[in-house]
C-alpha cells in the first residue's frame, strides 16, 4: 500500500485570500514600559505592556498564475485586488499567515496599490497593512436600566423643614 503525504499549504495567506506570492512583510513586536518615579528620586519601570502587533505586506497578483493547478484569466489579479477590498471592508478579525508567522485576529487598515506602466497591466503589488485585536467574550450581558431608574426615582421622606434667618454680619478678615 503506498504511502500519501498531505503537504500543509503554507503559501502566505489573508483571511481567504490567497496571493500569487509575498514580495515583501515587515514584523514588529513592540512593548510599552511604565515609570513610575520613587522618593529616592530614580525612576522605576513597574509593568511591561505588549502592543498589539502590526504587519506591513505587499502581495502579487497576475493574470497568470505561479502555479500550475490554477486558472488564468485576463481579470485574475483584479479578482484578488476586490477580494482584498472586500474582506477590509467586513471590519472582521481574520488570519494571516507568512512565510514567517501566523497572525491571528488582524484587522486590514489599509489596502492599497498604485500602477505606473504598461507592465502593472498584467499584474498589481497590493500594499496591506494590518494590526491585531484584542477580543473579549461576554457571558451575559447585565441590564442595569431598572436598577438605575429606581435608585433615580426614590424620595426620602426629609420631614418637615423650617427656615432660619441668618443675621446680616460682616466678618473681618
Do not use: C
Request: glycine share 4%; proline share 7%.
Amino acid at each position: 500500500m503506498p504511502l500519501v503525504f498531505f503537504r500543509q499549504d503554507t503559501r502566505p495567506r489573508i483571511g481567504e485570500v490567497v496571493p500569487d506570492g509575498l514580495v515583501s512583510d515587515q514584523h514588529l513586536l513592540e512593548h510599552e514600559l511604565t515609570d513610575s518615579p520613587v522618593e529616592s528620586g530614580a525612576v522605576i519601570t513597574d509593568h511591561v505592556l505588549r502592543l498589539p502587533r502590526p504587519l506591513q505586506i505587499t502581495v502579487a497578483a497576475a493574470k497568470i498564475p505561479a502555479r500550475i493547478d490554477e486558472v488564468s484569466s485576463p481579470t485574475r489579479h483584479h479578482a484578488t485586488w476586490r477580494d482584498l477590498l472586500e474582506l477590509a471592508a467586513r471590519r472582521q478579525p481574520v488570519t494571516i499567515i507568512t512565510s514567517l508567522d501566523r497572525y491571528e485576529n488582524m484587522i486590514l487598515r489599509r489596502v492599497g496599490t498604485s500602477r505606473t506602466s504598461a507592465a502593472d497591466a498584467s499584474r498589481l503589488l497590493i500594499d496591506i497593512e494590518a494590526r491585531e485585536i484584542e477580543t473579549a467574550e461576554v457571558d451575559e450581558l447585565a441590564n442595569l436600566a431598572p436598577q438605575i431608574t429606581d435608585i433615580a426615582q426614590a424620595q426620602v421622606d426629609q420631614g418637615s423643614q423650617g427656615t432660619t434667618a441668618l443675621p446680616n454680619t460682616v466678618m473681618p478678615f
